[in-house]
């Protein structure tokens, strides 16, 4: 069963930041919140992980709120290509990688 | 190029024949992963192998089968096909050799078409 819940959709407009919520209220200490995105039945593309901190790489910034229970991914400046279906998913040494349903992302002119 | 590589890129078959997707993970990887996602379906995990050895199993039907060589690559073999098995099938690798963050890296996926 996932383990997170994240909104169906949402827009952004072309050049503003994307900010995607997910909530994981039941996650464990050992669990890493992981983001992935899914570009039109390509395969999926690793995006950020983080366990307590903030994280931050060439592609997007995680913020993990403090009790870890919600995170949001941020795109600092979404372009036409970042249009794609978004998974949250948190994973820890047991189980595996398990997809829920994402956010669809669509980027707009 | 993720790294991951996957054969063949597409394939159609009949109904009642079997089928083998092959998957080679990226250099140095020992774990393999295969997924599968059916039209507009999410992505469901099938079966994964560590350093030649079934490591975790999912949704994976008796039909399905997978093993992982000695060269570390992977196939995933489908028989008795059905018109239900037309779907996308996913290889991931990581380097997780012990307990903490795992980073799957995704092939481009096998599109299968059962006619």
Request: charged content about 15%; proline content about 4%; glycine content about 8%.
């Amino acid at each position: 069963d996932a383990k997170t819940t994240q909104p169906t959709s949402m827009d952004c407009a072309e050049g503003r930041a994307a900010n995607l919520p997910c909530n994981h209220s039941t996650i464990s200490g050992n669990e890493y919140v992981y983001w992935y995105r899914q570009i039109h039945s390509q395969g999926p593309q690793y995006i950020i992980h983080g366990l307590k901190n903030n994280e931050t790489n060439e592609m997007a910034s995680l913020i993990i709120t403090e009790d870890r229970k919600s995170s949001t991914l941020i795109l600092p400046h979404a372009t036409l290509r970042d249009t794609a279906v978004y998974y949250c998913i948190v994973w820890g040494s047991q189980g595996n990688l398990i997809f829920g349903k994402g956010t669809k992302l669509s980027v707009k002119p | 190029d993720s790294g991951v590589t996957q054969t063949p890129k597409h394939l159609i078959t009949a109904t009642g024949q079997r089928v083998t997707l092959r998957c080679s993970p990226r250099s140095g990887d020992l774990s393999v992963y295969w997924y599968q996602q059916s039209l507009d379906q999410g992505l469901q995990f099938l079966i994964q192998y560590y350093n030649g050895e079934e490591r975790a199993k999912g949704n994976i039907l008796e039909r399905f089968s997978a093993q992982q060589f000695p060269d570390l690559h992977s196939e995933l073999n489908l028989s008795s096909l059905e018109l239900g098995d037309s779907a996308l099938y996913f290889c991931a690798s990581s380097a997780q050799t012990r307990a903490g963050a795992n980073v799957l890296t995704f092939g481009a996926g096998s599109r299968l078409t059962v006619l």
